[in-house]
């Protein structure tokens, strides 16, 4: 969610420039402040930054994206087990393999149910005794390498309408995979008909991420907090798992700007107020997609849905149960529209206090959170402000 100025919305940021009345009103009664989510010297990505968010320091639990993932899907990975994120992204159709661009990181978005289609088809063709494919979520899957190696891979994502030649894996037998997987693809019946409709073709294959298998302290015994996980992306839900967070899994929720908002809203409700758990992470993918695909309506469209469809419904059902309770807001990571990637830039947060009649002069944005001087440097630490005070600083 958390971006640049933007000549074209008047120097202002999305956050800026969304109608978001129910975070306005959230923020005037809140704590404002800007918190660093990347330890210095890790990549903005979201694996580290969401587990900074929920309280685990990634310089001591990182051990790469994939794993988590892994948790995610159910795979049992073993010690010499190495876990690899398996995009489906649309390369461009001139040239050799090493000479095409790539075009789109998600295949247009494409559905898991299409994308299950098509992994079967590079399983089918490339799955042997070192190499297992599993799907995941939309364009997002997983490959496990048997007795692997954590090998240098590039983000699809970093590299948007670039000739892929250079980024390739240098191990061959990965570089190998992905290229046969543009022959196994590009003319299959499913990208032709997704061509006809005008569609990115999901053409080829694309290996990153890296890990070996995590190894996270219960989330209920780092905080004494029943804790529980509403997500639509694999990776998110695998950081519960790996915190022995309950995954709740809420029908419509897809990770795009389209996804189900208040079938997760309402799921967080029922979790707080009817199922006995203290704390909800609830995860809204859309502004990052929209920053990834440098559209600034949907991204500014993905943050007033998150106001009125999420933190409006979950505010309002709290506050008419007659419990106390508190709310934190904020982005994991900026994606910012002119770059389309992630940066490790620190990012604003909102912390609500039902019980606070303070009235505050800073709103929830970008520029006014680096107004505050209210600094988190840590940002594994945030989550001990969430459950630490009886009263805001």
């Not at 979201?46 to 988590?68: E, F």
């Not at 050799?96 to 079967?120: F, N, Q, R, W």
């Not at 890296?210 to 695998?238: C, H, Q, W």
Request: net charge negative.
């Amino acid at each position: 969610m958390a971006d640049e100025l933007i000549p074209m919305l008047g120097d202002k940021t999305p956050l800026m420039a969304a109608k978001t009345p129910c975070i306005d009103a959230l923020a005037k009664k809140s704590e404002i402040g800007l918190v660093h989510t990347i330890p210095k010297g890790m990549k903005p990505g979201s694996d580290t930054a969401n587990l900074s968010v929920l309280g685990y320091d990634p310089a001591k639990y990182y051990t790469g994206r994939s794993p988590l993932e892994a948790l995610s899907i159910g795979v049992d990975m073993k010690e010499t087990d190495v876990a690899l994120r398996c995009n489906i992204v649309t390369l461009s159709g001139e040239g050799s393999y090493e000479d095409k661009t790539i075009i789109d990181h998600s295949s247009g978005e494409i559905s898991t149910e299409d994308a299950a289609v098509l992994i079967e088809a590079v399983r089918k063709e490339l799955e042997n005794d070192d190499y297992r494919f599993y799907v995941g979520t939309s364009y997002r899957h997983l490959t496990i390498w048997r007795n692997g190696q954590v090998v240098p891979l590039t983000e699809p994502h970093d590299i948007l309408g670039s000739r892929i030649g250079k980024y390739l894996p240098k191990d061959d037998r990965l570089r190998d995979m992905m290229i046969r997987s543009y022959d196994i693809l590009n003319n299959h019946p499913l990208n032709i008909e997704r061509s006809k409709k005008g569609l990115n073709k999901a053409n080829s294959i694309w290996f990153w991420g890296a890990g070996t298998r995590p190894a996270l302290i219960s989330f209920e015994e780092k905080y004494n907090k029943k804790g529980a996980m509403i997500s639509a992306v694999d990776l998110l839900k695998g950081i519960a798992v790996g915190a022995g967070m309950k995954v709740i899994n809420v029908p419509g929720a897809n990770g795009t700007l389209h996804t189900n908002y208040e079938g997760k809203a309402n799921a967080a409700l029922d979790a707080l107020l009817k199922d006995g758990y203290d704390f909800v992470y609830v995860h809204v993918e859309a502004p990052d997609e929209m920053g990834h695909q440098g559209n600034i309506e949907n991204k500014i469209k993905a943050i007033e849905y998150l106001d009125d469809r999420i933190i409006r419904i979950i505010a309002e059902g709290m506050e008419k149960s007659g419990k106390d309770f508190r709310m934190l807001i904020l982005p994991d990571h900026p994606t910012p529209i002119s770059r389309r990637t992630h940066t490790a830039d620190p990012v604003p947060f909102l912390l609500y206090d039902s019980r606070t009649d303070k009235i505050n002069r800073f709103s929830f944005n970008e520029l006014d959170a680096i107004c505050s001087g209210n600094e988190v440097l840590k940002g594994h630490t945030l989550m001990d402000k969430l459950f630490g005070n009886d009263e805001l600083e």
